[in-house]
Nanobody, 129 residues
Framework: QVQLQESGPGLVKPSQTLSLTCTVS??????????WSWVRQPPGKGLEKMGV???????SYSPSLKSRISISRDTSKNQISLQLRSVTPEDTAVYYC?????????????????????WGQGTQVTVSS
């Protein structure tokens, strides 16, 4: 059973960088044909796919966040990390990491959120001074 756990500060000041880590257990982030995604849900809104990192380390980002986001990994710790720069109060949300589900033969970034098969519990991040 794959388990994901998000961690990081719950409060970030405007203009600073939001940094979160997702620790994966019960499976390896390098397992072929899967990718790992960061998803967020602002208050009162739907889920938003932020970006993914493939099993081989390749990344794809939402066009709306591309100038501010970085997703990386530490294979020795089996962790995925998110950095979102120059945050504003509009970045306040519950942040989730998730596994995309099997995506052999397709572009993992294009997988619908509804098909993601494992999710962390989510972590609330508030952007406020």
């Amino acid at each position: 059973q794959v388990q994901l756990q998000e961690s990081g500060p719950g409060l970030v000041k405007p203009s600073q960088t939001l940094s979160l880590t997702c620790t994966v257990s019960g499976g390896f982030i390098t397992t072929g044909n899967y990718a790992w995604s960061w998803v967020r849900q602002p208050p009162g809104k739907g889920l938003e796919k932020m970006g993914v990192i493939d099993y081989d380390g390749g990344t794809s980002y939402s066009p709306s966040l591309k100038s501010r986001i970085s997703i990386s990994r530490d294979t020795s710790k089996n962790q995925i990390s998110l950095q979102l720069r120059s945050v504003t109060p509009e970045d306040t949300a519950v942040y989730y990491c998730a596994r995309t589900g099997y995506c052999a033969g397709t572009v993992c970034y294009d997988k619908n959120i509804d098909s993601y098969d494992y999710w962390g519990q989510g972590t609330q991040v508030t952007v406020s001074s």
